[in-house]
């Protein structure tokens, strides 16, 4: 069974809205959490972080909110853009090293102009 | 820039060959992973390293092995290549942090 979870296999939205992109995970012991960033043909690259202690963290136009209560976090686009089409992977880790870094399946986004 | 380079971007091996993915990361990070990534999956850990000849499994290691003979290559050896090693598979390394920075792929198709 899967302990992180990416239940939108894919996600369109208009160049200009907010794109919105959830992962749920299993284990409430997961205390780091990241999304990455994927284009077809290159390695995911990081993009944002958030620890257990924070409920948001923000970075330009993108923001991830952590439920914790829930075992749900998300990460909030806006505006979106063309170039932020890509496919987007959730993880989760028990420690701040990366050993133990759990995957989600990933959404694929794609922003329409 | 961090610049993790993969050998190949695509791979195609028949069934029973003895497999080599290479790894190699330009900018002395400890830390080194590889990982499968297969459809509806996400990124799966095979093995890792955190220092030269030093190797950790992950959740997958089974059919796989590594070897880390010099800090900044790490290699991924499928002994006897098989149909269901049909796969992406990412190198990443890191430096302690949490953050991994990823290669671009190789696409290795086992006939």
């Known amino acids: 069974d899967q302990q992180v979870k990416q239940n939108s296999p894919s996600l369109s939205v208009q160049e200009g809205r907010i794109s919105i992109l959830n992962c749920d995970y299993t284990?409430?012991?997961?205390?780091?959490f990241l999304w990455y960033k994927k284009y077809p043909a290159e390695g995911p690259t990081f993009l944002i972080s958030?620890?257990?202690?924070?409920d948001k963290n923000e970075d330009g136009r993108f923001t991830v909110f952590l439920n914790k209560s829930a075992k749900h976090l998300s990460l909030h686009i806006v505006p979106s853009q063309p170039g932020d089409s890509a496919v987007y992977f959730c993880a989760a880790s028990l420690s701040n090293y990366g050993q133990n870094f759990v995957f989600g399946p990933g959404t694929r986004l794609s922003v329409l102009p | 820039d961090v610049k993790v380079t993969q050998s190949s971007r695509y791979l195609v091996k028949r069934t029973g060959e003895k497999v080599f993915l290479e790894c190699v990361q330009d900018?002395?990070?400890?830390?080194m992973f590889w990982y499968r990534q297969d459809p509806g999956l996400g990124l799966r850990l095979i093995y890792f390293?955190?220092?030269?000849?030093?190797?950790e499994k992950g959740d997958i290691p089974e059919g796989y092995s590594v070897s880390r003979e010099k800090k900044e290559r790490f290699s991924l050896i499928l002994e006897s290549a098989s149909t269901n090693q049909t796969s992406m598979y990412l190198c990443a390394s890191s430096l302690g942090a949490i953050e991994q920075y990823f290669g671009p792929g190789t696409r290795l198709t086992v006939t």
């Open positions: 900018m002395d990070h400890e830390n």
């Open positions: 390293s955190y220092d030269v000849k030093m190797k």
């Open positions: 958030i620890s257990s202690i924070k």
């Open positions: 284990n409430s012991m997961f205390d780091y």
